[in-house]
């Protein structure tokens, strides 16, 4: 008897407990969710405005999926175009603008 009550009291206090927590957690979700949207669409926006005026000046285009892959690692993963240029990438054979890496011979000066 007196484990029953302790059972029922127990799944109470914790029904209670969890039902009181479960809006602050979606509508951290939530936010979560909506604030990394915006800051992925900021980051998209100034990674084309630099390429473009990197390349007005002369210079090499930045790779997309390497600017995603330093910038937030779980959603240039995410993007099947990009996983095989970031496993290039993170074993040494490109650099940030896509191009092949010439790794210099040790015993050459």
Known sequence: MIKKIALC???LFFTLYF???LP???GGLILKS???KKQKRIFLENFYETNLKREKAGLLP???CIAKYRFDKGWANKDNTCTKRIAT???GEIDEYGQKVVKKDKYRH
Do not use: E, K
């Open 34 to 36: 909506s604030s990394t």
């Open 89 to 91: 990438y993170i074993r």
């Open 62 to 64: 930045l790779d997309l």
């Open 19 to 21: 039902l009181n927590c």
């Open 9 to 11: 009291l127990f799944i």
């Open 24 to 26: 602050v957690a979606v």
